[in-house]
Every structure is written in C-alpha cells, then in structure tokens.
T-cell receptor, first 110, second 113 residues
Framework: GESVGLHLPTLSVQEGDNSIINCAYS??????FIWYKQESGKGPQFIID?????DKRQGQRVTVLLNKTVKHLSLQIAATQPGDSAVYFC?????????FGTGTSLTVIP | DSGVTQTPKHLITATGQRVTLRCSPR?????VYWYQQSLDQGLQFLIQ???????AKGNILERFSAQQFPDLHSELNLSSLELGDSALYFC????????????FGEGSWLTVV
C-alpha cells in the first residue's frame, strides 16, 4: 500500500476514446478509496471516491469500479479529452492512514 | 481550487539552512497532513495533525518537525537542509481523521542548492 519508486506505467489513448486506469491495493481492511489526478507541478486533485460497501460509483465522465475479491480498483474515463492528460493514482484508506499508489501517466493524443 | 492554501509556492535555499512551509486547511477541516513528493518517489506521508494534536507519523526525518496551531493552520519546519530534501511538499486536509476525503494544496516546491 505505500508509495514506491516511480517507474510509472503509461497509457496513451486517442482523444474521444475511453480510458481505463487500474490500481491494485494491498490491504483487505481498506474501506475507502480515492482517485486523484495530478498535473505536472500541481497538487493532486480529487476525482472520485468509493467506499468498500459499493462496487461501482459514477461521476461526470468517470466511473470507479471496486473489486474487493482481488483488491483491484479501476478508473474509467469516458470520451477522453486532452485536458485529461495527467498522472492518475489511487489512494486506499486504512484506519486514519492513506496509502497512495505510484500512479499511471495518461497521455491523450489529439 | 481545493481550498487548501500553501505558502510559499517556490523556495530556493542553501544546504544547512532552515525553512518553514505554511498550510491553511479547507474551512472546517480539522485534520492536516504533510506529504513529500520527489522525482524518484511518489507521495510519502510525513505527518498528520488533528485539531492541534499529532495524530500519525510517517517517514518524517528528525530534522523535520511540524505543528498545528489553534486556528488550525499548520507549519512544516525543515532544518539542516540537504540536497536530497529538494522536493514538492504538499499539505492536505480533511474533515476528521478517518474515512474522509483528503484535499491537497498546490504544494511548496523546495530546491536546496
């Protein structure tokens, strides 16, 4: 669950396509999960969250899926736009601690 | 805009010096977190305060210290700075200590030369 050295997975998608970003979490006791978007030189920006009593949650153009059986979280971005290019990472909450994934770098090709 | 305010945005200082980074949490948030993000590592949790009291400690060096004041703003003090301390330092805040969304500020970019 803790952040590790940065060799970011990368994902390139065509503008207008859907993007799926995956995250494996480590602690089966984690009960709250957040997806963040971080643009270069900026702070992580909250996108969407989900609690462990749900398996799907939808926002505006984004959907988060939670599979507790395999400890997997995914973020789906519909109709990806150039402004979606950023690093995306998930965070899991266990007790009062958040642990962050290393992130995935999304590049949207116009 | 997350509502979390950090100052300064950029800071350049020499090795051996001491700096203070300041954070104002979102209105109503009682919990403040400090994170370090360097180029070769992701977000590293440093320390958390809740309503003025230290709540949790992460990978914070002994040269670093923090506090949260009665008005809930927080300061992170970095002393005897080394080149390796160059990083983005983020403050985040949340309503309480557990199970709430944490919102990040824009960070303070520290360069040690």
């Amino acid at each position: 669950g803790e952040s590790v050295g940065l060799h970011l997975p990368t994902l390139s998608v065509q503008e207008g396509d859907n993007s799926i970003i995956n995250c494996a979490y480590s602690n089966s006791a984690s009960d709250y999960f957040i997806w963040y978007k971080q643009e270069s030189g900026k702070g992580p920006q909250f996108i969407i969250d989900i609690r462990s009593n749900m398996d799907k949650r939808q926002g505006q153009r984004v959907t988060v899926l939670l599979n507790k059986t395999v400890k997997h979280l995914s973020l789906q971005i519909a109709a990806t736009q150039p402004g979606d290019s950023a690093v995306y990472f998930c965070a899991e909450n266990t007790g009062n601690q958040f642990y962050f994934g290393t992130g995935t770098s999304l590049t949207v090709i116009p | 805009d997350s509502g979390v305010t950090q100052t300064p945005k950029h800071l350049i200082t020499a090795t051996g010096q001491r700096v203070t980074l300041r954070c104002s949490p979102r209105s109503g948030d009682l919990s403040v977190y400090w994170y370090q993000q360097s180029l070769d590592q992701g977000l590293q949790f440093l320390i958390q305060y809740y309503n003025g009291e230290e709540r949790a400690k992460g990978n914070i060096l002994e040269r670093f210290s923090a506090q949260q004041f009665p008005d809930l703003h927080s300061e992170l003090n970095l002393s005897s700075l080394e080149l390796g301390d160059s990083a983005l330092y983020f403050c985040a805040s949340s309503l309480t200590v557990a199970g709430n969304t944490i919102y990040f500020g824009e960070g303070s970019w520290l360069t040690v030369v």
